[in-house]
Nanobody
Framework: QVQLVESGGGLVQAGGSLRLSCAASGRTFSRYTMAWFRQAPGKEREFVARISWSGDSVYYADSVKGRFTISRGSAKNTGYLQMNSLKPENTAVYSC??????????WGQGTQVTVSS
């Protein structure tokens, strides 16, 4: 019941930064968990980070700890993924997803992040 639209992707040099946004519409009043996933060319989709509705709980994949920061706006209808110290291997389509329970029920279309070497 939630529609998600990602933005903020693009081309960046290695070592640079990007901030991805995930705008939610529909049942934005629900206290859902928001997460980011990515899928690189020829690879399986992998988990990147997640955050609880309140923002009290965050969790990161080991590969992005210390470089990426997940957050959500005060209105709780927008999520963000701040990506610093980007590496070429971070090139992927990044997707936002939300979970009302134990599974991620809704997904965005994804935004392309390309990191040049």
């Amino acid at each position: 019941q939630v529609q998600l639209v990602e933005s903020g992707g693009g081309l960046v040099q290695a070592g640079g930064s990007l901030r991805l946004s995930c705008a939610a519409s529909g049942r934005t009043f629900s206290r859902y968990t928001m997460a980011w996933f990515r899928q690189a060319p020829g690879k399986e989709r992998e988990f990147v980070a997640r955050i609880s509705w309140s923002g009290d709980s965050v969790y990161y994949a080991d590969s992005v700890k210390g470089r990426f920061t997940i957050s959500r706006g005060s209105a709780k209808n927008t999520g963000y993924l701040q990506m610093n110290s980007l590496k070429p291997e971070n090139t992927a389509v990044y997707s936002c997803a939300v979970a009302f329970g134990s599974s991620y029920n809704c997904w965005g279309q994804g935004t392309q992040v390309t990191v040049s070497s």
